[in-house]
């Protein structure tokens, strides 16, 4: 707006009139971790197999994996086999998937949800996580 204003596109810059949100209206979130013994607790349930041999959760090792590396979910679910270096014991975080609303060709909504890939919210674009 103030550069509209400047460039004299606009006569009136309306966000001349807001406020800045005072920062003590805010509740500061606490980031609390799982301890060692949480994430053992976790990485063993997620690890259970039934008298079969079946794994009671289908995507256990996926959660294990986005445990111990500190990945959102969005980043796990974006991984793909090109990222995993195994030599190297490598992964490389370089996309984030999202699950959207559809949407029509003139941009009204659709019925059903589709999966999006973006990039990181790294700086770098790419996040390597190794052993």
Known sequence: ???AFNKRDILFNPASLTLKPNESNFAKKEIRYFTK???????????RKYSTGAP???????????????????ELIGLQKSDVNFEEKR???????QVVGKRNTDGSRASGRTVVLSTTKTFSRTRNITK
């Open 1 to 3: 707006m103030t550069y």
């Open 56 to 74: 009671v959760y289908p995507y256990g090792d996926a959660f294990i994996l986005a445990l111990h590396a500190g990945l959102r979910m969005g």
């Open 37 to 47: 013994e949480e994430a053992a607790l976790i990485t063993e349930e997620c690890g």
């Open 91 to 97: 992964l490389m975080v370089r996309r984030n998937a």
